[in-house]
């Protein structure tokens, strides 16, 4: 054996993270990767990947469509993916990905630097109606965004 440390996974094997869609395989974790992020979504038409209407400041990613179909709003508009559609969004650009159609959608999503994903996520505040940053708080498999400005629970996964 060399000092490398290879690693190999099944990804159906790893533990799904508590998030908005139906599954999320860190795969990175699952590796160990620490320069870049990849992870495996499954979601039902309908969900969020995995949040609302967000940018990474110094973070750039790209999702890539293995089935389903995904609805990607930009500051440029909508995109509509299919299998085998692989989308880039740069560092600061705002983005929401939504699973649609009758089926789940899978896609892999990948984002680096690994440490540099925190997300700014701005949506109207259903409460205030400020456009706000959101807060979040993991409560076991529930994941909660709260508004940054009035404080209110926005959003709950589970
Ligand atoms: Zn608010």
Redesign the pocket.
Known sequence: MSDHEYARVHVPDVESTPNPTREKKEVDEAVGASRFGFNVYTADPGERLPWGYHRHPDHEELFYVLAGELRVQTADGTEHLNAEDAFFVPENAPVSAEAVGDRPARVVAVGAPKDADDAIIEEE??????V?GRTHDVAGDEYVLY??????E?TRFD
């Open positions: 505040c259903p409460v205030c109606g400020e706000t508004c940054e400005s009035c404080g209110a926005v």
